[in-house]
């Protein structure tokens, strides 16, 4: 197990600034995507949206096809965003159209959940 010292046990990063953590960010193939909205009702942290519909219209428009756009993850202030690339959306996308352009990355206490540049799908049980 890693060492950490004592600064990096204590010290806190601040979510909004880049110094502090490097925000997940994820790649959706227009070629591949479908517009389905999975991803976007699968995401544990409600962070993919898309232009054309809301959250809400993707979770009852489901059931009736209609197609919800090309999705993106929402950006917040100072560029980071709400992604920790989990990879829920990519392992539940039926048509393979999502990839991780940039992976999770905190700094001090919370790098112990930096992850590696070698993401890969959730195991399947």
């Known amino acids: 197990m890693k060492k950490f010292n004592l600064i990096d ?12 953590m490097k925000t997940a960010d994820l790649f959706f193939n227009p070629a591949k995507c479908k517009q389905c909205g ?13 232009d054309k519909v809301t959250k809400k219209e993707v979770w009852q428009d489901m059931q009736n096809g209609v197609k919800a756009g090309l ?4 950006t917040l202030k100072g560029g980071s965003t ?17 990839s991780i352009k940039r992976n999770f990355n905190p ?5 112990r959940l930096t992850q590696t540049e070698d993401m890969r799908y959730p195991k399947r049980y």
């Open 9 to 20: 046990r204590l010290r806190i990063p601040t979510y909004d600034n880049p110094k502090h």
């Open 71 to 74: 999705p993106r993850v929402m």
């Open 107 to 111: 700094k001090y206490f919370y790098k």
């Open 38 to 50: 999975i991803c976007i009702k699968v995401c544990p942290g409600g962070c993919l949206v898309t």
């Open 82 to 98: 709400l992604c920790i690339a989990c990879f829920c959306c990519g392992a539940a996308c039926p048509h393979g159209a999502i």
